[in-house]
């Protein structure tokens, strides 16, 4: 039997755009996260206090979305009892707003530590170094979400390939925040809080990744969590 998604036409009318609906939400959830992303770093890099404190507000928004978008699954899980493509849809929308939600925390972590930064001496605050990742990040959870509203397999897997790159520039700040501490102990208090805004940075090209699994399970019918990319290629293809 054919795995790829086929979200057809249903008997009801009113089951499509119940589907459709959610994805819209999820969607809208995404649009909501990757905005705070954006905020958080900008007021990360310019000592924004004000757009810091919007970035923390915002989360309890996401929260809302995300239990507003996993009842909404659960009540057409229990009325429709969808099978196959509708089933695995109503699971991957599930895990995916799970993981939008964290995003959201992970970038709500920038704002509360933007605010504890802009006390510094500028001295201190000489990390433009998370540029660079923040702006990686930024683009691999714009190309998921796209990928996600487009159920762009190919792209899912590129940016699955792409969270190796994240990975490298996270350790390669960290070796770097680690030489500033051991050269001037005065730095230590900055680049520890640098060090976790860093961390949450890779953490949210994490979670895009794990979006990106999603779609290939969604589309595909592949659970590909915890796999190789050539393994998931090889799956993919069988």
């Known amino acids: 039997m054919e795995n790829d998604l086929q979200l057809s036409q249903h008997i009801s009318k009113r089951f499509n755009q119940e589907l459709e609906a959610v994805r819209n939400q999820v969607l809208k959830m995404g649009g909501l996260v990757e905005q705070q992303v954006s905020d958080g770093l900008i007021a990360l890099l310019d000592a924004d206090e004000a757009l810091a404190t919007k970035v923390i507000e915002t989360d309890t928004q996401v929260n809302k979305m995300e239990v507003e978008i996993d009842e909404t699954c659960t009540e057409i899980l229990a009325r429709r009892q969808p099978a196959a493509s509708d089933l695995r849809l109503m699971v991957s929308i599930i895990k995916t707003i799970t993981d939008l ?81 051991m050269e001037d102990p005065r730095e230590i208090k900055a680049a520890l809080r640098i060090s976790w805004c860093a961390r949450a940075l890779e953490r949210i090209g994490d979670h895009a990744k794990n979006i990106c699994e999603y779609i290939v399970y969604l589309v595909k019918g592949k659970d590909v969590r915890h796999t190789s990319l050539d393994a998931i290629k090889e799956q993919i293809k069988s």
């Open 101 to 181: 939600e964290r995003i959201g925390d992970e970038a709500e972590k920038l704002g509360r530590n933007a605010i504890k930064l802009s006390d510094e001496e500028p001295s201190s605050r000489q990390f433009m170094e998370l540029r660079h990742l923040g702006d990686s990040v930024k683009k691999m959870l714009n190309r998921a979400l796209n990928a996600y509203a487009r159920m762009d397999v190919d792209e899912a897997l590129d940016i699955i390939q792409s969270d190796q790159h994240i990975n490298q520039e996270f350790d390669n700040i960290s070796r770097l925040l680690v030489l500033k501490m």
